[in-house]
């Protein structure tokens, strides 16, 4: 499957996006806003799901932010309101109560969590069989290499454990396993 991230301060992206051929589109409102922004961008993503876009295909996911963040009680009543996406991605997703709580709050929306902490990888079995409909588990190797301070390598070597973790889980749970994201754009062979 593949998933094309889009801030949500930037929806003069979003059009362009929801008819790129993607599997799903993920408006974020997590690390590509910033602080100081998050509530437009709320505003903005908001306003493009209440239009009908033509063409359109593949799914209308929200990348809210994290459980515990000052911004995460405003991000579920937001999606809680919205009609028109198909579920709600929890960045560092660490526990199985932040997944129920989230699709709790989310009007039991499907949630995806993103698996991008040590926490978050040592419980990925729990996580994937959280009472709350989980179609996929996301990798978030970016994070992860960076709460754990190693390099991040072209090959990916140092990811490998916590790769096969999220498969595993992800496979024992009957939901599907989500690679890293793809950050290196000039490499078009890939």
Known sequence: RSLLFVPGTRPDRFARAVVSGTDAVVFDLEDSV??????EARD?????LSRRADGADGLRLVRINAAGSEWFADDLAFV????TIDGVVLPKAETPAQVEEVARRAASR???PLLE?????LNALGIADARASIPALLFGAEDLTAQLGIPRTVDGEELLFARFQVVLAAAAAGAQAIDAVFTDLRATDD
């Open 80 to 83: 809680a309101a919205l009609t």
């Open 34 to 39: 910033e602080a100081s922004r998050k509530g």
């Open 44 to 48: 903005a993503v908001a306003t493009f």
């Open 110 to 112: 499907p949630v995806i």
């Open 117 to 121: 902490t040590a926490r978050g990888m």
